[in-house]
């Protein structure tokens, strides 16, 4: 990558890490939904094992 125009170049940096940061937040939002129905289903297994 080349420095000629630091100032633009940073600038399509920064936009390119908020747009990268606001993937991995929908990942993480989209695995934490997915772990908490999985520990739901978990739970309502064990519930039935105890029962």
Do not use: P, T
């Amino acid at each position: 990558m080349c420095n000629s125009s630091s100032s633009i170049s940073s600038d399509v940096l920064v936009e390119e890490l908020k747009m990268e940061n606001n993937l991995l937040k929908r990942k993480i939002q989209v695995l934490q939904e997915l772990l908490e129905f999985k520990m739901e289903k978990i739970r309502a297994e064990n519930g039935n094992i105890k029962k």
